[in-house]
């Protein structure tokens, strides 16, 4: 993706997201050059509902189980106790959802690194959707931080919901439905316009007042 063409797209739709893009980090995201689908969703299921610090000593308890590998392995976590993943911080519902993930891995229905590159993005929500504890929102997440999709436009996300609203002085948050609608002068770069929306939310740059 030509990340100035994008920019140049979404500006020009609207002065108001035009300075929305002026003065916020730059969306930046490429590709990973390696991705591990199953390393990949095992951390999005372990940080669900949780606070980002909570969530990453609770992942860090997972992988500490498994000390001689880097990533997450399927078979090794799928033949680890359910009680030693609890011991870890897991709830029971996470600790299935990882272990339907671990089993649907290994007979396929999880795509390979390189299966996934060929896939469309609808294609790849479609499969990792029947696996338990993972909805679109999550496939969502990997498409457009892990894989780097340029069209990938997360409607239920409240952040991107918030984040439109702010940017365009709307009282009320738009609806998914209405969302899905108004995000489709954003094509093709509707991941890019979504990085955007967060990045309405953030925190303005303190400045030295005599500057």
Do not use: C
């Amino acid at each position: 993706m030509n990340h100035e063409h994008a920019h140049q797209h979404l500006a020009a739709t609207d002065p108001r997201l035009a300075a929305l893009i002026a003065r916020s980090l730059r969306y930046n995201i490429k590709p990973a050059v390696r991705i591990r689908p199953f390393h990949a969703l095992a951390e999005s299921i372990a940080y669900q509902q949780l606070s980002g610090k909570a969530a990453a000593t609770i992942f860090g308890r997972v992988r500490a189980l498994y000390p001689k590998g880097k990533w997450l392995d399927p078979e090794k976590l799928l033949a680890t106790r359910d009680g030693t993943l609890r011991a870890a911080g897991l709830s029971r519902s996470k600790t299935a959802a990882l272990k339907d993930l671990a089993a649907k891995t290994l007979d396929g229905t999880v795509p390979s690194t390189r299966a996934l590159i060929g896939m469309s993005d609808e294609e790849i929500i479609a499969r990792l959707t029947t696996v338990r504890g993972i909805g679109r929102w999550t496939v969502e997440m990997l498409l457009l931080f892990d894989l780097g999709r340029p069209d990938v436009w997360p409607v239920d996300d409240y952040g991107v919901r918030k984040g439109f609203a702010k940017t365009f002085g709307k009282r009320k948050l738009p609806t998914p439905k209405q969302l899905m609608k108004l995000g489709e002068k954003w094509r093709p770069y509707r991941s890019v316009a979504a990085w955007y929306f967060w990045r309405a939310l953030d925190a303005p740059k303190k400045t030295n007042r005599f500057d």
